[in-house]
């Protein structure tokens, strides 16, 4: 079973401008609402994939129950904690001629909150999957994502971790299984700008020595480098398309990358279905659909 966990779930409402001006008042020719958040978008997408799995997370106020409600319409199963104050965040995506994201801080999660988490995570079992992706409210501790894994670990769990920064170094000495930082993030982790490929491996590589047994490197347009425990260093280049909305690029990814892992035990096979997902969400509207996969799939 998969699990994904999203500490700041949100509503992600998209809106076309034509040209974004700043100091003005922008019109907006086209809305529309999607639950989002890292953790979640992976569930959707592998739920579209067929592969059953389970969405827990930190849901409060209107628009949580909005989350919830939509989830439940398509069909994902999910097991949120409400909190008893705020609401999830409502995302802004502002589609001009770039893509311009505001996104909000979220609610307040309390220790006892938390506790009830933990609770929930006492379900997964060994040889189960757990996804945690994705940003955290300000009060919550940076180091959440390791101690949920510490606390895992005798349970020989494969965790993947979609994270920034400290969030995401802390956990490397708990050697997850995959992290997929994208080239910005990876640059950043260690204060540096990347620009060439030869440059992604070598940070790559200092990621593989600090503990996470295989590492993602989503590049765009560029595709992605998967660098694994045994040594290989695998080149993904992305499928022909018109770029849409990368929204939820890295998470569909992070989908495709599980399900075609679980079906071949092949890295090969998991980074070709990655793009292939990733790309189909980028080249549509929201996160990809079956027919858009198959169709990208080389
Ligand atoms: N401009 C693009 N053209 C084509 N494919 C793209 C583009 N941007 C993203 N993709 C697809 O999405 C994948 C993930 O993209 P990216 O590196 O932007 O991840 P990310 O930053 O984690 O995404 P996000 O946070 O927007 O979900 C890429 O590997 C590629 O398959
Ligand atoms: O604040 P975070 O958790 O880093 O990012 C949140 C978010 O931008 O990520 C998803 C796309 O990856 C969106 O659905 C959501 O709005």
Redesign the pocket.
Known sequence: MIYTVTFNPSLDYVMHVEDLMTHSINKSHKEEVYPGG?GI?VSIVLHTLRIPNKAFGFVAGFSGKEIERSLSKLGVHHDFITLDNGFSRINVKLKAKGETDINGSGPQITPSDLRELFEKLNELKEGDYLVLAGSIPPNVPHDIYQTIIKELSSKNIFVIV?ATKELLLNVLPYKPFLI?P????LGELFGVTLHTKEEVIAYGKKLLEKGAQNVLI????E??LLLTNDGQILDGT?PD?K?VS????????IAGFIAGYIKSHSFDTALKLS?AT??A???SSWLATPDQIDDLLL
Do not use: F, H, P
């Open positions: 890292k978008n979609d997929k994208n080239q910005e993030e989503s590049r765009g347009s595709g992605a992305i398309g770029l990368s929204v939820g690029a890295g998470d569909s990814m793009l990733g790309s969400t980028a080249y």
